[in-house]
């Protein structure tokens, strides 16, 4: 999500030669579908259950980014939207989750979560910048494009039965 929010835009001017105003566009296309994707996960998530959908949220978004940095502009466009969307889902199901396992400390819960997320984000950007500063925008797209693999950790996420 870091490099996306951060460095899309860079990525798409560097490997396709867009203007500016058009790189932005497609990071609004992203936003966009960020935005949706959280509104549907937490939807989904009350119905199927919150550790399905981090599991398919965080896993199913491997394919598509692992395909983007090969596509073309118009398909780097649509898997960007599927990125984001598949990506944020999980959002609103990791935090309820995560409220669900302390259910007497849900401010601590929030504020945690938030705080890191947010300030993950940041350090990753700036570790990100260093690498496209050495290796170039398309590696750091290369190497990003595997994390959404690290999604195979939640497996070991206990289960959590309805009260």
């Known amino acids: 999500m870091a490099s996306l ?6 990525y798409l ?3 396709f030669g867009v203007t500016i105003q058009q790189s932005q566009l497609f990071l609004f296309v992203f936003l966009v579908a960020t935005a949706v994707g959280t509104l549907v996960g937490g939807s989904v998530g009350d119905k199927v259950g919150r550790k399905y959908v981090i599991w398919v ?9 692992l395909l983007m940095p090969h596509a073309g502009l118009e398909w780097t466009g649509i898997l960007s939207f599927c990125v984001g969307f598949m990506l944020s889902s999980a959002f609103p199901a990791i935090l309820l989750y995560a409220q669900e396992l302390l259910p007497n400390k849900l401010g601590l819960i929030s ?3 938030f705080g890191f997320a947010f300030g993950i984000a940041g350090i990753v950007s700036a570790v990100l910048g260093g690498m496209a500063d050495k290796f170039g925008i398309e590696a750091v797209y290369n ?4 994390m959404p693999l690290l999604g ?5 996420l206990p289960n959590l039965k309805k009260r």
């Open 57 to 65: 949220s965080i896993l199913g978004t491997a394919p598509f980014s």
């Open 13 to 15: 001017i560097h490997k």
């Open 111 to 113: 504020g945690l979560f």
């Open 152 to 156: 195979l950790v939640a497996c070991f």
């Open 5 to 10: 929010t951060s460095y899309y835009t860079f």
């Open 143 to 146: 190497v990003c494009a595997f």
